[in-house]
Antibody, heavy 124, light 106 residues
């Protein structure tokens, strides 16, 4: 069974740092791009960032609101995805989802498997 | 790329046919997906590449469009379909979601 399990969420003060983790099982992790998506309380979805698969040397991409503050990384040997969040702001308060990116034979992508999410609260 | 989704909310009855639209601020070919989210749950992929039905998703869901204008259609609403729906463009970085459409029971 394919599973994504996030951990590491919690309460952090503005300006602080936090590292989220996502452990995966049930598929060949190194073959997939992986994303982080977040959702502020009562709000819509926001794409945070991506680490690409092993073939693309784990290249990363970021959303505009987190560029320069957040860093996505992965350890294929541990089947784990990470999100390092620095200089946190109150507007970063959200549920953070770990997401697998599916690519079909035609090269079409989609976010096909989602974890249950972990809550991050930035407040003094 | 900005994604404008409409309507923001929609009231409908079981058995109704419902259409939700998403417009991109520039052409995105067919690089669009539709996601369903129920309260307190993670989103679920319904449609990818504008019109491809994800495995396991009921055939009453369908998607169409290319370029800048896209639609998600539910042919006959079922009780379990009342949820919030989002479009997502994956044509270029950063990926961007529509604002969501909340589908409520009339």
């Amino acid at each position: 069974e394919v599973q994504l399990v996030e951990s590491g969420g919690g309460l952090v003060q503005p300006g602080g740092s936090l590292r989220l983790s996502c452990g995966v099982s049930g598929f060949t992790f190194s073959d997939y791009h992986m994303d982080w998506v977040r959702q502020a309380p009562g709000k819509g979805l926001e794409w945070v960032g991506r680490t690409k698969d092993k073939a693309r040397r784990h290249a990363t991409e970021y959303g505009a609101s987190v560029q320069g503050r957040f860093s996505v990384s992965r350890d294929d040997s541990k089947k784990s995805l990470y999100l390092q969040m620095n200089n946190l702001k109150s507007e970063d308060t959200a549920v953070y989802y770990c997401v697998r990116v599916f690519s079909d034979r035609s090269g079409n992508d989609a976010l096909d498997i989602w974890g249950h999410g972990t809550m991050v609260t930035v407040s003094s | 790329i900005q994604m404008t989704q409409s309507p923001p909310s929609l009231s409908a009855s079981v058995g109704d046919r419902v259409t939700i639209t998403c417009r991109a601020s520039q052409g995105i070919r067919d690089d669009l997906g539709w996601y369903q989210q129920k309260p307190g749950k993670a989103p679920k992929l319904l449609i990818y590449s504008a019109s491809n039905l994800q495995s396991g998703v009921p055939s009453r869901f369908s998607g169409s469009g290319s370029g800048t204008d896209f639609t998600l259609t539910i042919s006959s609403l079922q009780p379990e379909d009342f949820a919030t729906y989002y479009c997502l463009q994956d044509d270029s970085y950063p990926l961007t979601f529509g604002q969501g459409t909340r589908l409520e029971i009339k």
